[in-house]
């Protein structure tokens, strides 16, 4: 079993700025890919950003230029660094991980973080 726990959500006005962070412990396998995704009441949880354990990401249109994700290997942690805010950006944001041998069982999901941001 793997557990992933998110932190720094919050309150922010737009244009703001912040980090969350997922920190991933237990039957830490590699390789991996780590995950955002973000969802609204109502709605599918949709992908935000991804790294791989080699270092490539993937964005969401929505977010490109604005969001940047990153991870540190060594610490089974990844980041996402969220600029220039929008209220359209409010959800509850989810951290996953999908680590060799890439299987169902092998799939996590961490509590959820809420990112509120004001206009």
């Known amino acids: 079993q793997v557990q992933l726990v998110e932190s720094g959500g919050g309150l922010v006005q737009a244009g703001g700025s912040l980090r969350l962070s997922c920190v991933a412990s237990?039957?830490?396998?590699?390789?991996?890919?780590m995950t955002w995704f973000r969802q609204t009441p109502g709605k599918q949880r949709d992908l935000v950003a991804s790294?791989?354990?080699?270092?490539?990401?993937n964005y969401a249109e929505s977010v490109k230029d604005r969001f940047t994700i990153s991870g540190d290997n060594a610490k089974n942690t990844v980041y996402l660094q969220m600029n220039s805010l929008k209220p359209e950006d409010t959800a509850v944001y989810y951290c996953?991980?999908?680590?060799?041998?890439?299987?169902?069982?092998?799939?996590?999901w961490g509590q959820g973080t809420q990112v509120t941001v004001s206009s």
């Open positions: 996953h991980r999908n680590q060799f041998p890439f299987t169902s069982p092998d799939r996590y």
């Open positions: 237990g039957s830490i396998r590699s390789p991996s890919t």
């Open positions: 790294i791989a354990s080699t270092g490539d990401t």
